[in-house]
């Protein structure tokens, strides 16, 4: 793990934004997790890959040195009680973001873990708990209990999952309570004319494989134009072949079991709807709950297309024949609903500019290229993250230091 930068001294802040002792509190996480990479690396690798696990480490570490700067350039207020469901993956980087940080403005923190991890996460709480003593609580109550007892008191409300669940929660806060959510997007992945194929292939692989297809910012759909089809597709399974099998601990391992049971029943049935499709892949072994990488080539995508979620190494290629069309398709219904990022390589000039409208755009790179733990991100897409106020929604890329100086009603600034 390469080092990360010098810690920003407390000085440089002002008196009245952050408190001393918890900038050091912070501090002395970060320098927990440089200092004792191992232990928290076996611990992630419970639920991740090898690599998937040190990308996380590196990017908390990433987050926690610029946790000051955030903070000085947002200045939220004061934050008296802060509640967050948290995730049933990155569970270390999510604790950084959602509850180390603002704990550098907020007053009491508590939080309630995803039933599929746990135990891990539990595991980690006391292990950086011992470092940071800050007033940060794990809850393990149910959803009924946690929503009664933390909840409905807290001034903020942070929850990482399912549209329909934060639809559910939202509806049950009181007007002057702030509510992030947090959700995922299609993610499209666009190979236009122009496009450096072999890079593209390698850069689909990099992202889509990325701890075996269980991450959010995987795309769900990647359009090729029609000229490019064939070679990209050719690209991609080369690069596919060489890929490695293993355990979670394997350093060498490109890919490994399928940790969340419903992403691999999910994705088993979606090979199964469209096995005529699948030109490279395709094998499932429920037993071990692997999922080889795996290429599907369908039809052109259109408003009504269904594009489900993959939380698996699936690569769901459908080609395309003209921009204007592809940009009306990925700017309309349930694209718009679900607009979070999308990566465009080659030249579209008309698409990266309609893209941008509704979502974060790299172009020639992925999104991992621009995952910054102190910066907004997402997109405008309702079902991919809103922020509410308890009187409009609105769906923007999150940060929570940003949202809170910019829309918690009657936050003390």
């Known amino acids: 793990m390469s080092s990360a930068p010098a810690w920003p001294t407390v000085a440089a802040e002002p008196e009245d934004r952050v408190d001393g002792r918890r900038a050091a509190a912070v501090h002395r996480v970060r ?24 990308y996380e480490i590196e990017s908390t570490v990433a987050t926690l040195d610029g946790a000051l700067d955030e903070v000085a350039t947002h200045r939220p207020g004061r934050v008296p009680r802060l509640a967050a469901f948290m995730p049933s993956n990155v569970i270390l980087y999510s604790y950084a973001l959602y509850l180390l940080v603002p704990a550098l403005y907020t007053e009491r923190l508590v ?49 990482t999952g399912a549209y329909a669940n934060a639809e559910q929660i939202r509806a049950r806060l009181s007007p002057g309570q702030l509510f992030l959510f947090l959700g995922s997007g299609v993610n499209p992945f666009v190979v236009a004319p122009g496009a450096d194929v072999e890079r593209a292939a390698r850069d689909a692989l990099a992202i889509r494989v990325l701890n075996t297809g269980q991450d959010c910012l995987g795309p769900d759909l990647f359009s090729v134009h029609e000229s490019l089809l064939d070679p990209f597709v050719e690209a991609l399974v080369g690069e596919l072949k060489g890929l490695r099998y293993g355990p979670y601990t394997d350093p060498d391992a490109d890919f490994g079991p399928i940790f969340y049971e419903n992403a691999l029943e999910d994705g088993a049935q979606f090979l199964a709807r469209n096995r005529g499709g699948i030109v490279h892949g395709g094998h499932v072994d429920f037993r071990a709950r692997r999922l080889d990488p795996t290429v599907v080539v369908g039809d052109e995508v259109t408003p009504r297309t269904h594009v489900p979620e993959f939380f698996a190494p699936i690569f769901n290629v459908a080609s395309y024949r003209d921009e204007d069309a592809l940009a009306a398709t990925l700017t309309t219904g349930t694209f718009t609903e679900r607009a979070l990022g999308s990566s465009v390589y080659g030249h579209a000039p008309a698409l990266v500019q309609a893209l941008r409208r509704r979502t974060t755009v790299t172009l020639d790179t992925t999104l991992l290229s621009i995952d910054d733990g102190n910066a907004p991100f997402g997109g405008y897409g309702r079902m991919a ?27 003390d600034r």
């Open 31 to 54: 320098d927990f997790l440089v200092d004792n990479a191992d232990t928290v690396h076996a611990l992630l690798c419970e639920i991740s890959t090898h690599r998937a696990a040190r």
């Open 385 to 411: 993250n809103y922020i509410s106020d308890g009187q409009e929604v609105r769906a923007e890329p999150v940060l929570v230091s940003k949202a809170v100086a910019a829309y918690r009603p009657g936050g």
């Open 111 to 159: 939080f309630r873990p995803s039933s599929r991890v746990k135990d891990q996460m539990c595991r980690l709480h006391a292990l950086l708990a011992e470092q940071h003593r800050l007033p940060i609580t794990l809850s393990t109550a149910s959803q009924r209990e946690f929503l009664q007892d933390h909840v409905g008191p807290a001034d903020v409300v942070v929850f």
